[in-house]
């Protein structure tokens, strides 16, 4: 599993977090894809039925619950540790991030000129991404930082 973002240890349990904030001020969501959670406070995500753009109302195709995803919000002063995680590996002696796989491939990506050199497709502003054979990427590992700041303090 590729895991790339912010996590902590919520309860002696890791979970991946976000931040958000809405009329009432800043939030902190932890996501779950384990049932389980629902008996620890965590409620099933459900899509809303439309999402607010710029002021208009856009019908979601993804309207209802979403399986085996739970959420649940909680206070900084709940967690014992955060810190961000991204998987990194090495493709022809570079050092790329790992962002996607497949059965069969890594979806590589690099945020400097070089990816264009690797043959690797720009997607924007000095960002290249390209998916790779397995085999051909050595080297694949976490780094684990810690993110002291995630909650504003």
Not at 20 to 27: A, E, L, R
Not at 48 to 55: A, F, M, S, V
């Amino acid at each position: 599993m590729i895991r790339n973002g912010y996590y902590v240890l919520y309860k002696g349990k890791e979970y991946s977090i976000n931040r958000g904030t809405t009329d009432k001020g800043p939030y902190f969501r932890l996501y779950s894809d384990t049932k389980e959670d629902l008996e620890n406070g965590f409620e099933q995500y459900c899509y809303p039925e439309y999402n607010l753009i710029r002021g208009k109302k856009y019908i979601s195709k993804l309207a209802g619950t979403l399986a085996d995803y739970y959420f649940k919000d909680i206070s900084s002063l709940d967690v014992e540790e955060v810190y961000r995680i991204n998987t990194l590996a090495e493709y022809k002696n570079v050092t790329v991030a790992v962002i996607g796989e497949n059965d069969t491939q890594y979806l590589l990506y690099i945020g400097d000129e070089i990816g264009n050199g690797l043959g690797f497709e720009n997607i924007g502003r000095s960002e290249y991404q390209k998916w790779i054979n397995k085999e051909d990427v050595v080297n694949v590992h976490e780094v684990k930082r810690p993110a002291n700041n995630f909650f504003g303090s």
